[in-house]
């Protein structure tokens, strides 16, 4: 099961995944709690300007469930692909 | 009981709990002094994370940063949290899998070379020395405000708790103790800003009073707290005053920054599986978010709490602020300690607060006959004085004491390990004397600690006058040297020795260049029309992060690839099972 052809499908499906999270990462925290904060922030929501609630507490929930979901996706990739320890 | 016994009473328990743990996980071999045998629990080993990553700033100064410098502040919240997303995905299951002890370790395995191995080290002992001596200070801080003790005899109590149980414990003793300490740090965070939250809000969960109406008054904490910063000509809290390409290198710095920390790194090799340091990232992650995403609560409230006592009347009014006679105890306390600082300087009695670099506002205050601001208030105190401003009892005051030592130690504590480790493994055994035993490599391991913690100790009592500003290098540092050098040694095959060595070397340089430039030759030019692309020296370390890749993959493809048995190796840490 651990041939080259396998392996290197395996890290295709990882930086495919990984490309997706990072995408978010970098939309969520740059893109809309720096570049268009001013903008999000003509959207009021229970009490908050949406950028700036952005910035300081919802671009960290997201960067959790990044991680979670990241975790939990490898762990089915690597018994996927029998790569798991 | 009085606020003194109290805090002797909490801080001689905690310390009683270390020191206990540091006695049940003591080191009896190298790989428990290096990385606590690589038999951590990942949930254990993610409050570890969250505890070593925490320091005295997180715990002192992070709320009072938010609380002055609203939106602008967002730089550390997301910055110094986005790293671990970086560090879950790019680096900490690949470093596992590798398995060795050290940072510089696998920099010079994969990069087959002692002097990239001897780059790496120089990099982490700068990097961690800065760190450290900053944490030293912050026990020194604490011990001398609350227990009313010399600086200096803080600091030493505070150096032989972590000689204590980071020589005999090494990695394992360090763990366990950082465990204990998140849960005294995260208490005690907790508790008060829970208090201050019902207090402002009735919302008892900080998270969402920062979004609340504040109680009996129908308007929402944060517009409340934009009018009144406004009225006496702050900047709104909700709005920023950095420029946005300065937010997003300083941002991008300190995320890269973060996964390019040795210290943090390290303390995922020591989990059992590359799952379980996937796993242990969140974790991390989760119990550091508990803390950070209850600093900007905090701090607004703080922020408000404040400006309401100092004016009593109509904000910005001639005849809103306070009599300095009538300041309550608490501002006395803390003027003892110089982080609250009062000057009359038109001698009318009253304590004048306001932004005296607005041009619109400082019109008004001139016509007021007011001849600039007043009083002087150090960040710290949001988090130090909050629980006295909001009134609250005694044990939680002491509490705080409790758990900025906590978050001082266990930093501290957790940089003293890499620093030593680095050397007794990485120079010693990795370059001088390669065939040294292990019972006798374990020993240089604690004397290295010993050596460590005195020069920690000794540069917490005699900072140099730098210290805020180094911490910006140690950042930019991380972020231009280790993290390129590791992220490239996994992901791209082709970067051989002499690409690792040329792009570390480039962006330390170039950033060590940069910021000493703007930080300490050229103060006077350290603004953004001087700057290279708008980027202040928070956010250089972006930058030279972009030259070492830029340097190492374009030497990479004009010489030779690696050797076949490095590529293999690369293969092999690609994946979790052994091949």
């Given at each position: 099961?651990?041939?080259?052809?396998?392996?290197?499908?395996?890290?295709?499906?990882?930086?495919?995944?990984?490309?997706?999270?990072?995408?978010?990462?970098?939309?969520?925290?740059?893109?809309?709690?720096?570049?268009?904060?001013?903008?999000?922030?003509?959207?009021?929501?229970?009490?908050?300007?949406?950028?700036?609630?952005?910035?300081?507490?919802?671009?960290?929930?997201?960067?959790?469930?990044?991680?979670?979901?990241?975790?939990?996706?490898?762990?089915?990739?690597?018994?996927?692909?029998?790569?798991?320890? | 009981?009085?606020?003194?016994?109290?805090?002797?009473?909490?801080?001689?328990?905690?310390?009683?709990?270390?020191?206990?743990?540091?006695?049940?996980?003591?080191?009896?071999?190298?790989?428990?002094?290096?990385?606590?045998?690589?038999?951590?629990?990942?949930?254990?080993?993610?409050?570890?994370?969250?505890?070593?990553?925490?320091?005295?700033?997180?715990?002192?100064?992070?709320?009072?940063?938010?609380?002055?410098?609203?939106?602008?502040?967002?730089?550390?919240?997301?910055?110094?949290?986005?790293?671990?997303?970086?560090?879950?995905?790019?680096?900490?299951?690949?470093?596992?899998?590798?398995?060795?002890?050290?940072?510089?370790?696998?920099?010079?395995?994969?990069?087959?070379?002692?002097?990239?191995?001897?780059?790496?080290?120089?990099?982490?002992?700068?990097?961690?020395?800065?760190?450290?001596?900053?944490?030293?200070?912050?026990?020194?801080?604490?011990?001398?405000?609350?227990?009313?003790?010399?600086?200096?005899?803080?600091?030493?109590?505070?150096?032989?708790?972590?000689?204590?149980?980071?020589?005999l414990g090494g990695m394992k003793g360090i763990t366990y103790t950082q465990v204990a300490q998140y849960c005294v740090l995260i208490f005690a965070y907790m508790v008060p800003a829970v208090f201050i939250a019902v207090q402002s809000t009735g919302n008892p969960i900080p998270q969402l009073a920062f979004g609340s109406e504040l109680t009996g008054q129908g308007i929402h904490l944060l517009e409340k707290l934009d009018q009144t910063v406004m009225a006496l000509g702050f900047t709104a809290f909700t709005e920023g005053s950095k420029s946005t390409i300065d937010v997003f290198f300083i941002t991008l710095a300190l995320m890269v920054g973060t996964a390019g920390l040795p210290h943090v790194i390290v303390r995922f090799f020591t989990v059992p599986k590359v799952s379980d340091a996937r796993k242990?990232?969140?974790?991390?992650?989760?119990?550091?978010?508990?803390?950070?995403?209850?600093?900007?609560?905090?701090?607004?409230?703080?922020?408000?709490?404040?400006?309401?006592?100092?004016?009593?009347?109509?904000?910005?009014?001639?005849?809103?602020?306070?009599?300095?006679?009538?300041?309550?105890?608490?501002?006395?306390?803390?003027?003892?300690?110089?982080?609250?600082?009062?000057?009359?300087?038109?001698?009318?009695?009253?304590?004048?607060?306001?932004?005296?670099?607005?041009?619109?506002?400082?019109?008004?205050?001139?016509?007021?006959?007011?001849?600039?601001?007043?009083?002087?208030?150090?960040?710290?105190?949001?988090?130090?004085?909050?629980?006295?401003?909001?009134?609250?009892?005694?044990?939680?005051?002491?509490?705080?004491?409790?758990?900025?030592?906590?978050?001082?130690?266990?930093?501290?504590?957790?940089?003293?390990?890499?620093?030593?480790?680095?050397?007794?493994?990485?120079?010693?055994?990795?370059?001088?004397?390669?065939?040294?035993?292990?019972?006798?490599?374990?020993?240089?391991?604690?004397?290295?600690?010993?050596?460590?913690?005195?020069?920690?100790?000794?540069?917490?009592?005699?900072?140099?006058?730098?210290?805020?500003?180094?911490?910006?290098?140690?950042?930019?540092?991380?972020?231009?040297?280790?993290?390129?050098?590791?992220?490239?040694?996994?992901?791209?095959?082709?970067?051989?020795?002499?690409?690792?060595?040329?792009?570390?070397?480039?962006?330390?340089?170039?950033?060590?260049?940069?910021?000493?430039?703007?930080?300490?030759?050229?103060?006077?030019?350290?603004?953004?029309?001087?700057?290279?692309?708008?980027?202040?020296?928070?956010?250089?370390?972006?930058?030279?992060?972009?030259?070492?890749?830029?340097?190492?993959?374009?030497?990479?493809?004009?010489?030779?690839?690696?050797?076949?048995?490095?590529?293999?190796?690369?293969?092999?840490?690609?994946?979790?099972?052994?091949?």
């Amino acid at each position: 099961m651990s041939s080259k052809e396998n392996r290197e499908a395996y890290w295709k499906a990882n930086l495919k995944l990984m490309g997706i999270l990072l995408a978010i990462w970098f939309f969520v925290s740059y893109v809309c709690g720096i570049i268009f904060v001013n903008e999000l922030n003509t959207i009021h929501f229970a009490g908050f300007k949406l950028g700036f609630w952005i910035a300081q507490q919802g671009s960290m929930y997201v960067f959790l469930v990044l991680i979670l979901i990241y975790a939990k996706k490898m762990n089915s990739l690597d018994k996927k692909f029998g790569l798991e320890e | 009981m009085d606020l003194k016994t109290l805090t002797i009473l909490f801080v001689g328990a905690s310390f009683a709990l270390y020191i206990g743990i540091a006695i049940w996980a003591k080191a009896k071999s190298t790989k428990d002094f290096y990385v606590a045998g690589g038999g951590v629990h990942p949930i254990a080993n993610g409050m570890a994370t969250a505890a070593d990553w925490m320091s005295a700033a997180s715990f002192i100064s992070l709320a009072g940063i938010i609380s002055f410098a609203g939106y602008d502040s967002s730089v550390y919240l997301m910055g110094w949290t986005g790293g671990y997303v970086l560090l879950a995905l790019l680096l900490a299951p690949y470093l596992r899998k590798f398995g060795k002890f050290t940072v510089p370790e696998f920099i010079g395995d994969r990069y087959y070379s002692k002097v990239a191995r001897i780059v790496a080290v120089v990099c982490l002992i700068i990097i961690s020395f800065t760190y450290v001596a900053g944490q030293m200070r912050g026990v020194g801080i604490v011990f001398s405000r609350f227990l009313e003790v010399e600086i200096i005899t803080g600091l030493m109590i505070g150096m032989g708790v972590v000689f204590f149980y980071a020589v005999l414990g090494g990695m394992k003793g360090i763990t366990y103790t950082q465990v204990a300490q998140y849960c005294v740090l995260i208490f005690a965070y907790m508790v008060p800003a829970v208090f201050i939250a019902v207090q402002s809000t009735g919302n008892p969960i900080p998270q969402l009073a920062f979004g609340s109406e504040l109680t009996g008054q129908g308007i929402h904490l944060l517009e409340k707290l934009d009018q009144t910063v406004m009225a006496l000509g702050f900047t709104a809290f909700t709005e920023g005053s950095k420029s946005t390409i300065d937010v997003f290198f300083i941002t991008l710095a300190l995320m890269v920054g973060t996964a390019g920390l040795p210290h943090v790194i390290v303390r995922f090799f020591t989990v059992p599986k590359v799952s379980d340091a996937r796993k242990s990232a969140g974790w991390a992650l989760l119990f550091i978010t508990i803390l950070y995403t209850t600093a900007p609560a905090l701090g607004s409230m703080a922020r408000l709490n404040l400006l309401n006592t100092i004016q009593p009347g109509e904000i910005g009014a001639i005849d809103g602020n306070m009599n300095y006679s009538e300041r309550p105890t608490w501002f006395k306390t803390w003027e003892k300690t110089g982080l609250l600082a009062f000057e009359d300087k038109n001698n009318d009695g009253r304590i004048q607060y306001y932004n005296e670099k607005n041009a619109t506002f400082k019109a008004t205050a001139d016509s007021y006959g007011w001849k600039g601001n007043e009083l002087k208030v150090d960040r710290d105190i949001m988090v130090l004085a909050n629980p006295e401003i909001a009134n609250l009892p005694n044990w939680v005051i002491a509490l705080i004491a409790a758990g900025g030592i906590a978050a001082a130690l266990s930093t501290a504590a957790g940089l003293l390990l890499v620093i030593s480790s680095s050397i007794s493994h990485d120079l010693v055994k990795g370059i001088m004397v390669p065939d040294i035993s292990e019972k006798k490599e374990l020993m240089i391991g604690r004397v290295a600690a010993a050596i460590a913690i005195m020069i920690a100790g000794y540069l917490g009592a005699n900072p140099p006058g730098f210290v805020a500003q180094v911490v910006a290098l140690a950042f930019g540092l991380a972020a231009s040297s280790l993290f390129p050098a590791i992220l490239l040694g996994i992901f791209y095959k082709k970067t051989n020795k002499m690409a690792a060595i040329a792009g570390m070397l480039s962006g330390i340089i170039f950033t060590m260049t940069y910021i000493i430039y703007f930080k300490f030759m050229h103060i006077e030019l350290n603004n953004a029309e001087h700057w290279l692309f708008g980027v202040s020296p928070e956010g250089i370390g972006s930058i030279g992060m972009i030259i070492n890749f830029v340097v190492a993959i374009v030497i990479s493809n004009v010489t030779p690839p690696p050797p076949q048995e490095i590529q293999d190796l690369v293969e092999s840490i690609r994946v979790p099972k052994s091949i």
